[in-house]
């Protein structure tokens, strides 16, 4: 099966300056270096610590933020170096959800205008079916046909993100990026919009990359997990592999910092992360995470390891057995 999406040797640099006019003193290394897949109608989930690069990867892999290197294939097109013309008429194929549902919707508009707009913008449907297409999609994520009249400021922030929700499916897309969907939303929401992300790939056959600070919420969307650690891949295998057998210290690590209901597994040893993630604009020579890893040996602040395997890839030079 050939990837929908696929990602090779993806930068993306943001130029430090002292002042306005002063020149570029380095960059901060937002995103160095991702590969990686995703294949039609799976989900791929992104996981890592804030600062980690998950949201810069999420934007430029749909060009909503320029790559400074690397290559972009979407449906077996390079998309890396698109011009702003070329990539319009592939914005009906790739969409996203964004983390706070209130600020990414305009409040001055209607809910039936912000997703009419898009449809008038694409397609020529005429007005009557414009309107019922619309109240087909607020049906279709659990609203009703008498809230397209409403403000968002009118709803409360689990139906704003259905809201978000319809309108990225207002284009019939292929990829969905869905950038932390649920953080922002209380935790008894939470499962119903992850359900409902469930229903609409199925019914629609949609693919996602989810992005996600909670392990929970990833492992119960997603079919395969990369991990991040500062603007790196360091551990992506299927799901199941990731929570039963992880390899790389960093995805144990994660994994422990999780509350544990059986026992046995809360009673055992576990890896406390300390100090806080370094610097992007400054990263550790070697293995970007050798300086909070308990396991790190002289090879690793040396030596940066490649991700390396077949089905379950790592990223280290002494990964877990």
Do not use: W
Request: glycine letters at 6%; hydrophobic letters at 35%; one cysteine or more.
């Amino acid at each position: 099966m050939q990837p929908l999406l696929k990602v090779e040797g993806l930068k993306k640099y943001y130029p430090i300056r002292k002042g306005f006019f002063t020149s570029r003193k380095g960059y901060v290394k937002a995103v160095d270096h991702l590969s990686f897949q995703v294949f039609p109608g799976e989900t791929l989930g992104i996981v890592g610590e804030s600062g980690s690069g998950k949201s810069t990867m999420g934007r430029t892999v749909i060009r909503l933020e320029e790559p400074t290197e690397g290559r972009i294939l979407f449906n077996n097109q390079d998309i890396s170096r698109s011009s702003m013309a070329e990539l319009r008429g592939l914005r009906k194929e790739m969409q996203i959800i964004f983390q706070d549902p209130y600020s990414s919707l305009n409040p001055r508009k209607r809910i039936g205008d912000l997703l009419a707009e898009p449809m008038q913008v694409h397609f020529s449907f005429d007005d009557s079916t414009t309107k019922q297409k619309v109240n087909d999609l607020l049906e279709i994520v659990g609203l009703s046909q008498q809230h397209r009249n409403r403000y968002p400021h009118e709803f409360s922030g689990g139906q704003r993100q259905r809201i978000g929700i319809a309108r990225a499916l207002t284009l019939q897309p292929k990829l969905i990026v869905c950038d932390e969907p649920v953080s922002a939303l209380d935790v008894s929401i939470q499962s119903q919009i992850l359900n409902l992300l469930k229903e609409l790939q199925g019914e629609f056959q949609l693919t996602y990359l989810f992005i996600a600070h909670g392990l929970a919420a990833v492992k119960y969307v997603s079919d395969r997990i990369a991990v991040m650690y500062l603007g790196q891949i360091v551990e992506l295998a299927p799901t199941q592999e990731i929570f039963k057998q992880p390899k790389h210290p960093y995805t144990q690590a994660l994994l422990d910092a999780y509350p544990a209901a059986d026992p046995i597994v809360r009673n055992r040893e576990r890896i406390v992360l300390e100090g806080d993630i370094p610097s992007p604009a400054h990263p550790p020579q070697g293995c970007r995470f050798h300086t909070r890893c308990p396991f790190a040996q002289t090879r690793c602040q040396e030596e940066e390891p490649l991700l390396n395997g077949e089905h379950h890839l790592v990223a280290c030079h002494f990964p877990l057995s």
